[in-house]
């Protein structure tokens, strides 16, 4: 199997198995992170086909979906090893995915580890990261907003990750596309506060 046979069998991978998911993690966040570390790889000197194969494959059996247990490697290691992959291109690929995480907090080893960390973590930002973090916590039966208990609420990961999200990232081209929705995640949390407030 060529490389594009191959990642045309990743994208029906994670679409068969990502469409309609609803914490926010699904087959349209996906393919905006292949896109994304697309556009910062052509930016870099780094293996684009590792770098997109990386982007479509960074979810699959992530902790947040199976219930706290991470089956990344494993589900991964199947699948590749279905398209006939071998032993070290599947080994480059979970090492690539194992530093996506922002929780896990695993530094980078490679650029193309760093721009798909980049690209997943745009998708955390902005107008579409607002929308991801409310459907995350709606999924999670997380409060909005309680000022008397703010920690397991969705107003507090803006807090707790995505205003940091701006000065974590690695490449370039990713900070330079985090400026505005940075800045978009400021408005709109003093304009929450400011109505919250009013009331």
Not at 35 to 64: M, N, R, S
Request: contains cysteine; glycine residues 4%; proline residues 2%.
């Amino acid at each position: 199997m060529d490389k594009p046979q191959i990642l045309i069998a990743a994208q029906d991978f994670i679409q068969q198995n990502f469409y309609g998911e609803e914490t926010g993690h699904d087959f349209f966040h996906v393919e905006r992170v292949v896109k994304t570390a697309i556009k910062i790889a052509k930016e870099e000197k780094v293996d684009l086909f590792l770098v997109e194969l990386a982007a479509w494959l960074h979810d699959v059996g992530d902790y947040k979906l199976h219930d706290g247990n991470d089956k990344s490697e494993e589900m991964i290691a199947v699948f590749l090893s279905s398209l006939k992959i071998d032993s070290e291109l599947i080994s480059k690929i979970n090492e690539i995915v194992s530093q996506v995480s922002f929780s896990r907090g695993n530094s980078t080893t490679s650029k193309e580890a760093q721009i798909v960390q980049d690209a997943d973590r745009l998708d955390a930002m902005g107008a579409i990261g607002i929308a991801r973090c409310f459907a995350y916590g709606g999924k999670k039966q997380r409060e909005i907003w309680n000022p008397e208990n703010p920690n397991m609420t969705s107003l507090q990961h803006f807090y707790d990750k995505l205003l940091k999200l701006k000065d974590l990232l690695n490449t370039t081209a990713a900070k330079k596309m985090a400026e505005d929705r940075h800045k978009f995640l400021e408005k709109f949390l003093n304009e929450f506060h400011k109505e919250w407030n009013a009331v």
